[in-house]
């Protein structure tokens, strides 16, 4: 059974029970989300539901603010920079267990992971392919976290492959001009790949590691002290996040025109492709089409943490996948 996002009717009968009645009487509340990376088309369906009105209609004046990798963005939201942020699950689990983090996942916004790695058309077909050959990656990435474990999942000897590490900007020139025979990077990223690949003539082959591994990816943050002192503000702000998520699938052109008209240097036919990608890692997940949009499921999250506790050598008995989520923020969470 298909899920959509909560309806007009929905949010409307939310809005008239008074759900969001104490903030739009004193005006909407200034607040900010701040993301995990730069602005891109990974983002567009926040600023539509900004220029659609989603956040005010809950009482909220939402600005967007960039981030710098989803283990910074986890940190700064426990420090109460921002009340909510965009991350990805296996930062904030490895925050609240190394660090003692005091920041827990909201709501699932990739229900599919979107880590990869990127090679020209050519031998490389597969994971087990890779070896006696160079794989360029960031030290510390999610994508090189993740990445042993997936390598271990198909059956290759990490041994053989020649590790070059490199920062995330420079994985596109690399793999242009051959000095790596593949990189590693993010799913959305591959509009920006087939770009650089037509320039010289060849063809892009991703390697996406949700064939491998069923597990959530970024998902809406919120430190514990907010979910602890203003539930009903979070519930409003999730509320217009899955409304925007949901305009956004179905106008993702819409979704990058809104972004543009306030990000400069955008390119509208890449970065609507990256906002494709973010709607299919959002929505076509065999557990996106069974639940409620926003919704944690239960062996999906268990799945998950089993995976981050294998990848990054933690017990499994230190903490249950529960303990890493709040509940009930959306429908069916």
């Known amino acids: 059974m ?14 008239a029970s008074g759900l969001a009645a104490p903030a739009l009487a004193q005006g909407p509340q200034p607040l900010r989300l701040m993301l995990d ?29 960039r981030g710098f990798g989803s283990s910074d963005t986890v ?9 909510f942020g965009l991350a990805d699950i296996a930062a904030l689990m490895a925050g609240r267990l190394r660090g003692q983090v005091p920041v827990k996942a909201v709501a699932p916004i990739y229900t599919r992971p979107p880590h990869a790695i990127f090679t020209l058309d050519g031998p490389i077909r597969s994971f087990k392919d ?25 059956n290759v000897d990490i041994a053989r492959i020649n590790m070059i590490n490199s920062e995330p900007a420079t994985m596109v020139p690399l793999l242009m001009t051959g000095r790596a ?9 591959t509009p920006r790949f087939e770009q650089q690949a037509r320039a010289i003539n060849r063809g892009i082959r991703p390697l996406p590691f949700h064939d491998t591994l069923e597990i959530y990816g970024n998902c809406l943050i919120a430190s514990e002290a907010t979910l602890a002192q203003s539930p009903d503000l979070v519930r409003r ?45 959002t ?12 919704s944690w499921d239960a062996p999906q999250l268990r799945r998950t943490w089993e995976a981050v506790a294998e990848a990054q050598g933690f017990d499994l008995a230190q903490a249950d996948a529960e303990s890493f989520v709040a509940r009930g923020f959306t429908a069916g969470a």
Do not use: C
């Open 283 to 294: 929505f076509d997940s065999a557990v996106a089409r069974a639940n409620p949009t926003g």
């Open 75 to 83: 940190t700064k939201i426990a420090a109460g920079t921002a009340p």
């Open 37 to 65: 990376w730069l602005p891109n088309g990974d983002y567009g369906a926040y600023y539509l539901g900004i220029e659609r009105g989603f956040w005010r209609d809950a009482g909220i004046a939402l600005t967007i603010e």
């Open 130 to 154: 890779l070896e006696g050959r160079s794989l360029a990656g960031a030290p510390g990435s999610s994508v090189r976290v993740m990445l042993p474990l997936v390598l271990r999942r198909n």
């Open 237 to 281: 702000f999730t509320i217009a996040m899955m409304r925007a998520l949901g305009a956004a699938r179905e106008n993702p052109r819409a979704a990058i025109e809104a972004m543009m008209r306030v990000v400069p240097g955008l390119n509208a036919e890449i970065d609507t492709g990256q906002q494709e990608i973010v709607n299919s890692l």
């Open 181 to 189: 025979d593949a990189v590693t990077s993010f799913i959305t990223n």
């Open 2 to 15: 298909r899920h959509s996002p909560l309806s007009r009717r929905a949010i409307g009968a939310m809005l």
